[in-house]
């Protein structure tokens, strides 16, 4: 709390009792548009990480989907070395 009343008298000091509403509403004014600009941002990364997270999803989904089992991998196998020897 003392280092805010100190900043507040060094700013009365340097700007003066006329300008400094003006100055706290200007800097008010530029803190919530930055607060804006920075949740606009961490909005786009969130929405393109779940994007990211849903393409690596469906990918291994398809993986597995797509990888036949060991028991039909063997059978596949024995029917086409036999199928050489003939």
Not at 71 to 84: G, I, L, V
Request: proline fraction near 3%.
């Amino acid at each position: 709390m003392q280092e805010l009343i100190i900043i507040a008298i060094i700013a009365l000091l340097i700007v003066g009792p006329k300008k400094l509403p003006d100055l706290a509403k200007t800097l008010g004014k530029g803190f919530n548009e930055f607060k804006r600009a920075t949740e606009g941002v961490t909005d786009d990364i969130k929405e393109s990480l779940k994007e990211d997270k849903k393409q690596d999803d469906e990918e291994w989904k398809n993986s597995l989907l797509m990888k036949k089992p060991e028991s039909e991998e063997d059978k596949t196998d024995s029917s086409d070395n036999a199928s050489r020897k003939l």
